[in-house]
């Protein structure tokens, strides 16, 4: 009777220890977080950043385009899909206008070059090509798009003629710092890839008004040469 009593002892601590033993590694799996802090406190902040794109950034920036009294409507414009499109036809198009263009556009030209560059056997990604940050699907795609509605519809009404309001060069510099955010932030990660983008953003920025600057600099130069 106290053979069997022992042995019942025995197999019930075999049991409790190997549970035991079963149970560490999936305790000590709880307790280790897969997110890195350091990447999630930086994809946060490029949230943020991307935000501040949308709005003020890219609404002020539209807004200057436009005479006072379709400030608010073009900066309205400024929350749709096109939005990267609008500023090519500020104030020369109706809102019902606005939603046929931004339909037609999104099923007949978007979602083609999506499918082309993102999705899986699309003609593009099958040669390769990298998309970081949207540049092929999004940003060429609607610069394309708002070079054609320039070209369609026209100049905007009152331009060179009617004053402005400098909300464009606020606007502007928003877009600016928000670029930050979109580029480096797509990397995912705080990395050595997320500082090569923001480095790259940052030069080619400061970079772009230069050729201007050099071309107006001859000019006056040649001017005063002239005089």
Known sequence: MQ???????SVGTQWVSALALLASPLAQADTTS????GDTAWMLSS????????VPGLALF????????NVLATAAQSFAITALIVGA????????????FTGLWSLLVYAPIAHMVWGPGGWLAADGVLDYAGGTVVHINAGIAGLVAALVIGKRIGYRHDAMHPNTLIGASLLWVGWFGFNAGS????????????ATTQIATAWRPSPGCL???WRAANRRCWA
């Open 89 to 100: 036809f500020a104030e020369l198009m109706k809102f019902s206008a606005l939603l046929w």
């Open 3 to 9: 053979k069997g009593a022992i042995y019942k002892i």
């Open 215 to 217: 071309r107006n600099g």
């Open 47 to 54: 949230t943020a950043l991307v935000l501040l794109m949308t």
């Open 34 to 37: 897969p997110f890195n802090s």
């Open 187 to 198: 990397a995912v990660a705080a990395s050595d890839r997320a500082g090569m983008a923001m």
């Open 62 to 69: 539209y807004a200057g385009m436009v005479r006072k009294k």
